[in-house]
């Protein structure tokens, strides 16, 4: 029997990129599935396609920074499902400018999504992981390794993250939940389509990581025996720009 079978997985941002591949990605081993995004369009053809493999499939289209939305979808999972075993923080917002030039609107708004919304749901399903001594993701950012001009305000909510992710660590290794860091480099999705238009250079996806070789790392750290834990995990294109 596969380590993850049957286990209820929670995936945010799982409408595109590394939260579509990540929840595919346990849907051939067998996780029970919770994709939450807002698109819906988008999260019922991932969902569509997850149903294929995996035994449960959810949707939950919601804002996770609207804290009405979070407390609606606890609710939802205590009644669909009863228990939370994985949490993988995949959702985010992303945006460049010159700090002289960027509002501090700008910088609050990425707050509000990068930092605030996954503290949020955090602390919201916290309860049942602690119950099932389940396991948490926090999708980062290589960009907390060298903030270069442009991303400040980006690369700050990164740093927040990361520093979330350490702390609660040190909270609930002592109750048997593991937390994984994970800052992949410049990956081949949607986002990386646009901020590739942003700097003015051309996107040639193939010479980028793929979604599915970040989603086969963060599944193979969750399916490791309980006598080991994967804190962090860098991931970068094998393939370098020209």
């Not at 099932?132 to 270069?148: D, H, K, L, P, T």
Request: hydrophobic content about 45%; charged content about 20%.
């Amino acid at each position: 029997m596969q380590a993850l079978t049957e286990q209820v997985a929670v995936i945010t941002g799982a409408s595109s990129g590394i939260g579509k591949a990540i929840a595919l990605g346990l849907a051939t081993q067998g996780a029970k599935l919770c994709l939450v995004g807002r698109k819906r369009e988008a999260l019922e053809a991932v969902t569509a396609i997850a149903r294929k493999t995996a035994p449960t499939v959810v949707s939950y289209c919601i804002d996770l920074t609207v804290d009405e939305d979070v407390s609606k979808l606890k609710t939802n999972l205590e009644r669909d499902f009863g228990r939370v075993d994985l949490l993988v923080h995949s959702a985010g917002a992303f945006s460049m400018g010159l700090l002289q030039k960027t509002s501090v609107e700008e910088l609050d708004w990425l707050y509000r999504a990068n930092v605030r919304a996954p503290y949020v749901l955090t602390q919201a399903l916290l309860p049942m992981l602690l119950s099932s001594q389940g396991q948490i993701v926090f999708i980062n950012s290589s960009v907390i390794m060298y903030a270069r001009a442009n991303v400040g305000q980006f690369a700050a909510t990164q740093h927040a993250l990361k520093a979330i992710a350490d702390s609660l660590r040190e909270e609930v290794n002592p109750l048997q939940v593991r937390v994984l860091s994970v800052f992949p480099g410049r990956t081949a999705t949607p986002r990386q389509a646009i901020i590739h238009e942003m700097e003015g250079k051309p996107y040639d996806p193939e010479r980028l990581m793929q979604p599915e070789d970040v989603a086969a790392v963060v599944i193979n750290a969750l399916s490791l025996p309980r006598s080991a834990e994967v804190t962090d995990i860098s991931l970068r294109p094998f393939v370098k720009p020209i």
